[in-house]
T-cell receptor
């Protein structure tokens, strides 16, 4: 079975802190994604990566950065956390696009509270 | 991107079949229909996908209308563990680096014991 793990299930940080959210997948997937999920807004894509050291902005990249130094690991960084970044953060991975209808596999999520 | 429309919520009794509808009237010929679900306090998980023909797997069945403008996810015998938000999503099957999924609000399925 595919496994996508996230470093923390729950996290509490203060405004202005630098926050690192880690995601690891064990299926040698090329693509990795970071989403945030908020009530009434569904999932929104923050950043994605289709290869090591490659990254692309998603729908709402402002206030975030990412790092993909190794294929299995994709990190989301909040440079200076703000209260409006309180959310559920979900990581996902998939095989490279081009394989028809391939599935994205999601991690369990990290619920971040910024005070 | 083609959009989908789903009811906000549905209820079903335990051990009865559940039919979750999805309308996608602007679907293009290259869009696959995917269904994901999200159990409480968990990330989304894949359920099933299809293009034109009806599909079955161990979790559910997917019935696709002949004109592909709507589809129905069928849970044959709902259990309490099937209570979740179900998302119907269209994904372009062409090669595309922008391989993200656009989730709508989904249907919240309540299972009554």
């Amino acid at each position: 079975d595919v496994k996508v793990t996230q470093s923390s299930r729950y996290l509490v940080k203060r405004t202005g802190e630098k926050v690192f959210l880690e995601c690891v997948q064990d299926m040698d997937h090329e693509n990795m994604f970071w989403y945030r999920q908020d009530p009434g807004l569904g999932l929104r894509l923050i950043y994605f990566s289709y290869d090591v050291k490659m990254k692309e902005k998603g729908d709402i990249p402002e206030g975030y950065s990412v790092s993909r130094e190794k294929k299995e690991r994709f990190s989301l960084i909040l440079e200076s956390a703000s209260t409006n970044q309180t959310s559920m953060y979900l990581c996902a991975s998939s095989f490279h696009a081009g394989e028809v209808g391939e599935t994205q596999y999601f991690g369990p999520g990290t619920r971040l509270l910024v005070l | 991107d083609a959009k989908t429309t789903q009811p906000n919520s549905m209820e079903s009794n335990e051990e009865e079949p559940v039919h979750l509808p999805c309308n996608h009237s602007t679907i293009s010929g290259t869009d696959y229909i995917h269904w994901y679900r999200q159990l409480p306090s968990q990330g989304p998980e894949y359920v099933i996908h299809g293009l034109t023909s009806n599909v079955n797997n161990r979790m559910a069945s997917l019935a696709i209308a002949e004109d592909r403008k709507s589809s129905t996810l069928i849970l044959h015998r709902a259990t309490l563990r099937d209570a979740a938000v179900y998302y119907c999503i269209l994904r372009d099957r062409r090669m595309n680096r922008d391989d993200n999924i656009i989730f709508g609000k989904g249907t919240r399925l309540h299972i009554l014991p």
